[in-house]
C-alpha cells in the first residue's frame, strides 16, 4: 500500500472550505475605523517622498500564518487517519468450555509427572494448559465445580487468561460433592447467552467434561442437564480420571485400593453417546495428554483469518501546529497595536 492509499479522511469534504476566507473577503467590504483624522493638505511637503507609500512590513507574515491556522484547523477537522499494519484476526472455529471437577477428591496423589507423585487436579492442569495453549482461534472458557458449579473465565480468545485461572484453582474450594448436572447445565446456558451475540453453529459448541466422581450434588440431574445439552446442539467430550485399583503397603501389610471406586463411566459415557460426543478413560497423566491430543484431532482449530489494517488518529497534529501558529499570530497582532498607539 502507497503513502497516499494509507492516508484517509473521515470528512475530506471539509477541505472544500479552504477558500472561504478570501472570498468572504472578496464579498464583505472591509470594515473602517472611526478615528478622528487632522487633515492637512500640505503636509506631504514636510514628509517628502516618504509619505507617498506606508508599508506593514509584517502584514505579509501575518497572512501567511492565518493561511497556516486556517488550513490546519481544516485538516484537523477532516479526521485525517493513518492505516497501520495489516493484523490477522483469528476467526473462531467454535466456543469451547472446560468443565473441571475440584471436589474434594481431586485432592488424591495418585498420578505421576517427571517420576513425583502429584494429585489429580495438578495434572489436569498440566495437561489442559498445553491443549488450551493450542486451541487458536477458538473462544475458550473455564467452569470450575464441587458442590456447585461457577464460571472461573468467560468464553474469550485470551487463552493466557484462562490457563492462569485454571492453575488457580484449589480442589476442595467449592466444597467436597461433585454437581456434574449443575456444571452441564450452566455450560448450556453460558453457550446460549453466547449465540444471542454470535451465531455459531451447534456442531461448534463443544464441552470437555473432567471428573473422578459421581454426581452428588446440585439441583439438576444429569440426564435433565444432558437432555438440554443435546436439545441446544452442544458436543460434550466426558473424561474419567484416577488410578485403577493398586496394591498399597502400609504398616498393616499390603491392601488393595481403588481410587476411582466412586468414578461413574456409565453416566459419564451416557452423556458423551447422547450428545454426540466420546468418552475417554484417563488411569495416568500420559493417558490424559493423549486424551486431549485426540480431542485436538476431533476438534480441530481452523486456520482461516480476517486481515484488517487499524486506523491510527493523526488529528492531533495539525490540531497542535494550529493553536501554536495562532499563538504566535497572536503575539504579532499585540505587538502591531502596541506600535499603532505608540
Known sequence: MSMAEALEFGWPWLLLLLPLPWLLRRILSPVRENRPVAWLPFAHEFAGEQALV?????????????????LLLLL???????HGEPVALPVSGRDL???????????????ELSGQQIDRLSATK????EFINRREGD??????????AYVQAPLTFDRKTVITLLDEAVAGLAGKATAI???IGLAVKRLQQSNSDKKIASHEQVLILLTDGVNTAGRLSVDQATDLAAGSG?????IGIGADAMMVRSLFGAQ????????????????ADKTGGRYFRAHDSQELAQIYQVIDKLEPVKRDSEVFRPLHSLFVWPLSLALLFAVVLMIALTERGRRWIR
Do not use: C
Open 54 to 70: 506606508v508599508v506593514d512590513r509584517g502584514a505579509r507574515i501575518r497572512l501567511l500564518l492565518a493561511s497556516l491556522v486556517w
Open 76 to 82: 484537523a477537522a477532516a479526521r485525517p487517519a493513518w
Open 97 to 111: 468450555l472446560l468443565a473441571v471437577d475440584i471436589s474434594g477428591s481431586m485432592q488424591i496423589r495418585d498420578f
Open 126 to 129: 498440566h495437561v489442559a494448559d
Open 139 to 148: 473462544r475458550v472458557g473455564l467452569i470450575l465445580f464441587g458442590s456447585e
Open 181 to 183: 448436572g449443575d456444571a
Open 234 to 238: 452442544l458436543v460434550i467430550y466426558t
Open 256 to 271: 488393595q485400593v481403588n481410587p476411582s471406586a466412586e468414578l461413574d463411566e456409565t453416566m459419564l459415557k451416557a452423556i
